[in-house]
């Protein structure tokens, strides 16, 4: 079903966006803005993961990708990734990865042809010359050292050839019996808001303390969370900057309560697991272990938070201004989930149809000054505008043939919105298609397009649940 966790961790600092903009291929979503949708969020594993997976699938181990460049529009958005260097032992690895974008070379190399007015071999030299043109390439080195069993700190660094500032990541993770604890820090960090526009923030550090989910259902989580340096847009916006990216200190709680019910379920089988061939009866699952039963159910989460901020407001550089924060708030949040699934996933035609539902409350406190601004005559802020009405993200899968499945992710917004469109109304959506890995029981190789940020990438993804 789709994933409900979004609800709490979009409101902490850790909810990773795909995005291929980055060699990690990440960017964090705001924290008090709309959720993201299941289709955009990253995968877990990271992207030289992927890579070391997804090469072996790609001629000459080179993965395609599209992404408009932030600083230099003549690299155009095609790019070529590749994963050129993994060394490892048994409790550390270390892999670089090399990103380079064709359209300015050839576009320089087919100029320099034609100003030449015919083929000579100073022309080929000449031409040979923008192969060293540095904006056409990408570097990044990345780096995990498990420190124990349950603990191990993550390092990378990358180096966008169009930008003089390279980026920096620091993760450390320790598992307790039923917690996780997560520290975080990046130089500079990349976020993304709900209109699909990016920020840079020059220093963002967090700590974390997140609960498993019990059997209850219950989920809490604890975390700090500090900003440094003025947030920049990276990308065409108009409007505030999120004044959760403005410089200061945070402290957060939250808690949510989850719970599901089927309407019917038709339970997996060893008949259905069995196939006879000539050679006997062989064990062959379903494509994904997760839709692997036709259902029809419900599930609902709710939950709270409380934040306080220690630190003033960054004044807006530009046209650019800032918004203001509260000191002291809290807040009531929640997501109802209806999910209908045909077919086991085990044929090669016809069978796998499911469609998910998520109605999504992003700030319960929003939509009650919503209401009450409706009689007192007065406005909300952008980002309270934003946040006040309710969103209905629609997930539709359909089998195209064996382990292939199409899918489309769309969010609606149920009333007015920061964008000043009133009604319903479509804000995003992603088109993908996911090839299943059976050896994997949930893993999926996944090409998305979205046609708002006019970005695609190939992914590997596991378990999302």
């Known amino acids: 079903m789709a994933n409900l966790r979004s609800a709490m961790d979009s409101g902490f600092w850790d909810q990773n966006v795909s995005t291929p903009r980055t060699l990690d291929a990440t960017a964090r979503s705001i924290p008090g803005q709309v959720f993201p949708m299941d289709g955009s969020t990253a995968s877990r594993a990271l992207r030289i993961q992927q890579l070391s997976l997804l090469r072996n699938g790609f001629p000459l181990g ?4 599209l992404s408009p460049s932030f600083h230099n529009k003549d690299l155009g958005s095609f790019s070529l990734q590749s994963l050129f260097f993994q060394p490892a032992t048994s409790n550390w690895w270390l892999g670089t990865v090399g990103q380079f974008r ?5 576009s320089s190399i087919k100029t320099e042809f034609s100003n030449a007015g015919g083929v000579e071999l100073r022309t080929f030299k000449e ?4 192969l060293l043109d540095k904006s056409l390439y990408s570097i990044g080195l990345c780096t995990q050292l498990s420190l124990s069993p349950s603990s191990s700190l993550l390092l990378s660094t990358e180096r966008p050839g169009d930008k003089k500032q390279s980026r920096q990541k620091l993760m450390y ?3 307790l019996p039923d917690h996780d604890i997560t520290l975080e820090a990046a130089w500079p960090e990349l976020f993304i808001d709900q209109k699909g526009g990016y920020w840079e923030v020059p220093e963002s550090v967090s700590l974390d303390l997140s609960s498993h989910v019990s059997e209850s259902g219950l989920r809490y989580r604890f975390g700090v969370h500090k900003n440094s340096g003025h947030p920049k847009a990276l990308s065409a916006i108009n409007g505030d900057i999120p004044s959760a990216l403005m410089p200061g200190i945070s402290a957060k709680a939250a808690f949510s309560y989850e719970r599901s019910k089927d309407f019917w379920r038709q339970k997996e089988t060893k008949k259905d697991t069995m196939v006879k061939t000539e050679r006997g009866w062989l064990w062959r699952p379903s494509y994904d272990s997760r839709l692997k039963e036709p259902h029809s159910a419900i599930s609902g989460l709710f939950g709270g938070s409380c934040e306080a901020w220690f630190g003033g407001n960054s004044p807006g550089n530009g046209d650019i201004s800032a918004t203001t924060r509260s000191p002291v708030s809290a807040d009531l949040f929640g997501s109802v989930n209806y999910t209908i699934q045909h077919g086991k996933f085990r044929s090669l035609y016809g069978d796998l149809s499911r469609l998910d539902a998520r109605l999504d ?11 009450f601004s409706v009689f007192n005559g007065h406005s909300l802020s952008s980002e309270e505008s934003s946040v006040s009405s309710p969103r209905l993200n629609l997930i539709l899968q359909q089998q195209v043939a064996g382990p292939i499945v199409f899918r489309v992710d769309s969010r609606f917004c149920l009333g007015s919105s920061s964008s000043e469109k009133q009604g319903l109304h479509m804000e995003d959506l992603v088109y993908s298609l996911n090839y299943s890995l059976r050896l994997l029981r949930s ?7 979205s046609p708002k940020r006019k970005e695609g990438m190939v992914e590997l993804r596991l378990f999302e649940f």
């Not at 080179?62 to 990708?65: A, V």
């Not at 064709?102 to 050839?106: H, I, Q, R, V």
């Not at 893993?443 to 397009?449: E, I």
């Open 62 to 65: 080179i993965i395609p990708s």
């Open 102 to 106: 064709p359209k300015k070379l050839f």
């Open 127 to 130: 031409a040979a010359k923008h």
């Open 173 to 175: 993770y320790h598992e």
């Open 361 to 371: 409350l992003c700030s319960a406190s929003a939509l009650a000054k919503k209401v």
């Open 443 to 449: 893993g999926k190789v996944m090409a998305w397009y």
